[in-house]
């Protein structure tokens, strides 16, 4: 799916439910730092006009999505807290460092190809919680973060092409692909997002 070569271990979904809280938690999490890595695109590359209106489009929206989990921790009694270590996030960034494209903008190729695949992983397990989360409510919100982390990853790949010629953007998203599968099937199943 999106450019994924492998799918989500087919135990993550029983690791999800079986701790449905935990999960919401780091969904916030996640939609926290969306919002963030979009402003900060936008701060250290203002260049790309693209980018700049895309990308504060984005921010805007992962700003309501955090609000929309929190309303849903809120709703459970949940106490947010403020976001730990990614094991995820960590592996697949450390995991461009060494091979950076050497053009111009290898940097901001990387950035937004690693930003690609994480819009792709939460799309596809988006798309095992749209099926499985405990109630109908979860279920359509679920179906609609979905749709739009589908969209996301096809800004983050378009915006790559942008910045770095479609040839090299699409052979590095290939690449870095390769690596994030090997991440999924490393880390451990837990109720994350990722
Ligand atoms: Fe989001
Ligand atoms: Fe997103």
Redesign the pocket.
Known sequence: MLGLLTPTPAGWIDAALSNFDAVLLDHFH??LK?ASNGTALVARYPMFPRLVRTLSD?AR??LE?VQQVHDELQRRGIRAHPPGEDPYAIALRKSTQGDTPKSEYGALLDRLSIGAL??AR??ERFALLKEHAPTEALRAWYAE?FA??A???RLFASLAEEAAGEELARKRLAQLAEREAEIVERLPLEPRVH
Do not use: F, G, V
């Open positions: 996640c939609e969306a984005l929206e992962e999505h994480i819009e939460s799309c973060l739009s982390e969209r996301h990853y």
